[in-house]
Nanobody
C-alpha cells in the first residue's frame, strides 16, 4: 500500500498550490482521506479531510476559507487546493488514510492507518 504525494513547492504569500496524493496497492473504500502538516520543531497537525462519499469535509480553523480538499474514488486520489497561502503554512504536508474521519477531526496522527511521504510547501513573505 502506497500513498504518493506531490505538488509541493515554493510560492510567495498570497500564492496557490495544489497537492495531490495517489493511492495504490488497495482501494480506500470507506476510508477517509486527508492531510496533516508538520512545521520544523512542531508536532504534526491536522489540515483537512474528506469522507469516502465526499459528503463530509473537515478543515483546521487556520485553513478554513483558503484550502479545499477533494477526492476522486475512481482514481484513488485526494487533492488539497491551497489558496491565499501564508508563511505560517510552510510545512511538510503528509497525506493520510484513516477508517474514521474523527481521526483527522480530533488531530489523532497516531491513529492514522496509512501515511504518504511528505511534500514540502514553503511560503515566502
Amino acid at each position: 500500500v502506497q500513498l504518493q504525494a506531490s505538488g509541493g513547492g515554493l510560492v510567495r504569500t498570497g500564492g496557490a498550490l495544489r497537492l495531490s496524493c495517489a493511492a495504490s496497492g488497495r482501494t480506500f473504500e470507506d476510508y477517509a482521506l486527508g492531510w496533516f502538516r508538520q512545521a520544523p520543531g512542531e508536532e504534526r497537525e491536522f489540515v483537512a479531510a474528506i469522507t469516502y462519499t465526499r459528503a463530509i469535509k473537515y478543515y483546521a480553523d487556520s485553513v478554513k476559507g483558503r484550502f479545499t480538499v477533494s477526492r476522486d474514488n475512481a482514481q484513488n486520489t485526494v487533492w488539497l487546493q491551497m489558496d491565499n497561502l501564508k508563511p505560517d503554512d510552510t510545512a511538510v504536508y503528509y497525506c493520510a488514510a484513516a477508517l474514521q474521519i474523527a481521526t483527522f477531526r480530533k488531530n489523532q496522527a497516531n491513529k492514522v492507518d496509512y501515511w504518504g511521504q511528505g511534500t514540502q510547501v514553503t511560503v515566502s513573505s
